[in-house]
């Protein structure tokens, strides 16, 4: 039996290596597609012009090279005609063209030969119908240079037949332009094995649901692999399987195959538009720091909404990576994102190891690196998961210190709040859980709390000082709680006027109906904070509801915001979100409940506490910001699941044990119903008790 | 044997069957895209010979309301079920291992389902619910059992189908 017993272990160990590092070799095999987006394209000069349609005057083509050889084009205005010159350096490896459509629907493309035709190759005389449903690759002969000439084209089934007069008068823009000596990798990866499945249905589909079927069997046999083993090696090979895993999921969400590379992705979104949407913002700033003009987002403006933190990420990812251009900046973030997710998962898993079971810290680990992310686009929601890990790993380590009853040195402390202070640089959302934890673990030595008030200082101080050079004001962090005290507001179904989908014209143009302040000034977000806390005590119905409602969409799911792809839906396909988040909490209820573990579950779990209710009142954007309270729920509930002694403390009293199962079953149950039941009661929501509606600027009614 | 035993016994057998049914699930629709490929390739090339075609085909019907067979052609038009099946043939598989089916219809009207049944269940289905030309190609590994049928089957929810089959070619893989 004990042969029986060991063979099965080194079954299970030959398994677990195999997943692994089949787990591993999935994500990597995507990274070129993910960072470059095509094979490299032969390096050719190119021009380009265009007509204007009707009276529309001139025209403008506009270039953007997403890699060397592989340009955007666009053009400036209605179009009747684009054309481009492609001269490639050696025609004679210039043997395919790459093109992506994007706009008009339908254009005619005619590819006519400059300078002699070598003996091989097609060109389209009679020209090719193009449409927007993705990549085409066409056969050129070998000549010196050749034109395209791109007209739209009616939609329809036969565009051939339709006359360009009818067709849409929209600038075009072809999102893809390249030549290429061969055509592998152009409409489908180049892969050692199952060639002939389609990328769609391979990466979109089989890829990870087999990879999310992997992830949990390593889950179950980590419990049988030597402890010792697992816990060394495991610090070393997470980072390796999330940083895979995080590929993986980007390769889904921006396929060239499918969909949009990420170099395609921003070209022709967020890089296209003016300096400070959400994900231009901190590439701007970025940017603009590498190139000697300050931590600016356009000359002589700061950004108002954002701390300096993930400005710096990026002038750090362009210094690592290339900053060359603005795009290959967002690249070198991208990838910087997902290398520092993947790092901190690491830590989390060296930190954790020597106070959870091996197990637990392989399954935690591997869950925060399992989960949905964002690590595709360039906004600081997506550091906020890493930042929020690399909390979670400070604190393992002073556990682990207090747990032995060994002293905690300064050190470990500077080291635990420098975490805190590495996510409140990026946002400040941290600021009153970083107090409250701070007076949790410091109310017997009051004096460290000067190591928080130090980094806070510091960063809020600098920022502040470096701001004041723009605005004129001095503020500690950003100026915009009351802008987003203003569109939570409007999450919640009402009648109120301004329940919509809030944009900051929304606010700026109320701010200037109400006040002679600009919108982005401290006076402003005063006032708006004021107006907002009035508008809770004018209506505590809607502040009742409101909070009700968010809490609910946080238990649905809400906590692990990010884009899923089938390696979480295998998992959420099959049981849905609120029935995990809720097994989850209804754990850490125990803990606290049986004080099993209550100091390392509660302080794990502090987001749950202090960071989520910041967003039931605040902006919560349909939950992108909560990620931190996803990783704090993980860290919190799931190791107690693979160490005897909570089973055992729930054997010792099990009424206590029934008591908070049967409470968090009935609250599952009845927590839905009630909520649509609150949504629906109108003399709650517009109560006013307390305070003129009259007297409030946000009452209005639609 | 300790529970601890049987877990372990039972999670190496989970890993097995997952790297297994995993690998398989991908290399049976890999092999099936390749076949498919290739047989689609084959169309307007000299093509070798079937083990069946249209008039070769021993056709048994269900309720057609027309179902005129000539060599080159079949003249059908369905009767009202939705999804009924309409003509139907079997054949011995002789130990192939692997079916290749290329055909080419003209829908005038309604839609169809063209495919390969075995054991009674579906093993290569091909659906179309547009009127005008409907060619495709489809393979499909064999089970054990010995014979396999070819089915067309109406494909209309409003009721009757009416559509020609100029080709229906039948390859049985050893």
Redesign the interface.
């Known amino acids: 039996m004990i042969r029986l017993r060991a063979l099965a272990r080194i079954v299970i160990g030959v398994e677990f290596g195999a997943a692994v590092a089949i787990i591993v070799y999935a994500g990597v095999h995507d990274f070129h597609d993910v960072f470059q987006g095509a094979p490299p394209a032969v390096r050719a000069r190119i021009s380009a012009s265009c007509d204007a349609a009707g009276e529309s005057g001139s025209c403008g083509a506009s270039l953007v090279e997403l890699n060397p050889g592989r340009y955007r084009i666009v053009t400036s205005t209605s179009s009747a005609r684009l054309r481009a010159t492609l001269t490639a350096d050696d025609p004679r490896r210039a043997r395919y063209l790459l093109v992506r459509l994007s706009q008009p629907a339908n254009v005619r493309l005619a590819i006519e030969p400059r300078g002699e035709a070598g003996p091989e190759g097609v060109v389209g005389a009679d020209g090719v119908d193009l449409s927007d449903a993705g990549r085409v690759v066409i056969p050129l002969a070998v000549v010196p240079s050749v034109t395209l000439s791109f007209v739209p084209m009616a939609a329809g089934p036969s565009p051939a037949s339709s006359a360009a007069s009818v067709a849409p008068a929209t600038p075009i823009k072809i999102d893809e332009l390249g030549v290429f000596e061969q055509r592998n990798g152009l409409l489908r990866d180049v892969r050692p094995v199952f060639r002939a499945i389609p990328p769609a249905r391979y990466h979109g589909m089989l890829v990870p649901r087999a990879i999310a079927a992997l992830c949990l069997f390593t889950i179950a046999a980590a419990v049988f692999l030597p402890a010792g083993a697992l816990k060394r090696y495991s610090p070393l090979i997470l980072p390796f399987v999330c940083f895979s895993l995080c590929l993986l999921d980007l390769a889904i969400l921006f396929s060239p195959y499918f969909g949009h590379d990420l170099r395609t992705f921003y070209a022709a979104g967020d890089l296209s538009e003016p300096p400070g949407t959400n994900l231009n913002g901190g590439l701007h700033q970025g940017f603009r720091l590498l190139t000697g003009r300050g931590l600016t987002l356009m000359d002589g403006a700061v950004a108002w909404e954002r701390m300096p933190g993930y400005a710096l990420f990026c002038a750090a990812a362009g210094i690592l990576f290339g900053h060359r251009t603005l795009l290959d900046l967002a690249l070198s973030t991208v990838l910087l994102q997902t290398i520092s997710y993947s790092a901190a998962v690491g830590l989390f898993a060296w930190a954790a190891g020597p106070l959870f079971p091996p197990a637990a810290v392989w399954a935690v680990g591997l869950l925060m690196a399992w989960l949905p992310k964002q690590l595709g686009l360039t906004q600081v929601d997506a550091l906020i998961a890493p930042s929020a890990i690399l909390v979670v790993a400070a604190l393992c380590l002073r556990l682990t210190r207090t747990r032995d009853g060994r002293g905690v040195p300064v050190a470990l402390d500077v080291l635990v709040h420098l975490t805190f202070a590495i996510w409140f640089a990026m946002r400040p959302d941290v600021l009153p859980g970083w107090l409250l934890v701070s007076l949790a673990l410091h109310w017997k030595h009051w004096r460290r709390l000067l190591i928080p008030a130090v980094f806070f200082l510091a960063i809020g101080g600098t920022w502040g000082a470096y701001k004041a050079r723009y605005t004129g004001e001095f503020a500690l962090t950003t100026t915009s709680a009351g802008a987003s005290l203003f569109c939570g507001l409007w999450e919640v179904p009402s009648r109120f006027r301004f329940a919509e989908a809030c944009r900051d014209e929304t606010y700026f143009d109320w701010i200037h109906q109400n006040t002679p302040y600009q919108p982005q000034s401290t006076a402003a977000n005063s006032f708006a904070t004021r107006e907002v806390v009035k508008f809770w005590l004018t209506y505590p119905g809607h502040l009742v509801i409101m909070v009700a409602h968010k809490l609910m969409q946080t238990l649905d799911g809400d906590l692990w915001p990010g884009y899923q792809t089938q390696l979480q839906v295998f998992v959420f396909g099959a049981v849905r979100r609120y029935w995990i988040v809720l097994s989850l909490a209804t754990i850490v209820a125990l803990c606290a409940a049986f004080g099993y573990q209550r100091e390392r579950t509660l302080l794990l779990g502090w987001p749950l506490f202090f960071n989520a209710p910041i967003f039931w009142v605040m902006f919560a954007s349909l939950g992108r910001f909560y990620s931190a309270v996803g990783i704090a729920l993980l860290a919190a509930a799931v190791p107690p699941i693979f160490e005897r002694d909570f089973y055992a403390a729930l054997r010792s009293r099990p009424r206590r044990a029934i008591s908070v199962v049967a409470c968090a079953a009935l609250f599952a149950i009845v927590a839905w119903p009630f909520h649509d039941w609150l949504l629906r009661q109108d003399g709650l929501h517009y109560w006013t008790p307390l305070l003129d509606p009259a007297a409030s600027r946000l009452s209005a009614f639609k | ?1 300790r529970s ?2 049987l ?3 039972a ?2 057998g ?3 069957w ?2 297994w049914s ?1 690998y398989s ?3 049976t ?3 099936w ?2 076949r498919t ?1 290739y047989v689609e390739s084959m169309r307007g090339t000299m093509l070798p010979s079937p083990d069946y075609e249209l008039g070769t085909l021993p056709w048994k019907v269900a309720q057609p309301r027309v179902f005129d067979v000539k060599p080159d052609r079949i003249a059908l038009v369905t009767d009202a079920e939705p999804y009924g099946y309409q003509a139907f043939a079997s054949v011995d598989t002789h130990g192939a291992k692997a079916a290749d089916i290329q055909f080419e219809a003209e829908i005038e009207h309604g839609g169809t389902t063209i495919g390969l049944l075995q054991a009674g269940k579906w093993i290569a289905v091909s659906s179309s619910q547009r009127p005008g030309r409907f060619a495709d190609s489809n393979s499909a590994q064999l089970g054990h059992n010995r014979s396999i049928t070819v089915v067309i089957a109406n494909n209309n929810p409003a009721g009757e189908t009416r559509l020609a089959m100029k080709s229906l070619r039948l390859y049985l893989r050893k």
């Open positions: 044997m601890g035993d877990a372990a016994l999670t190496a989970l890993g097995a997952l790297l995993q699930n991908i290399a629709l890999s092999w895209y390749d490929e």
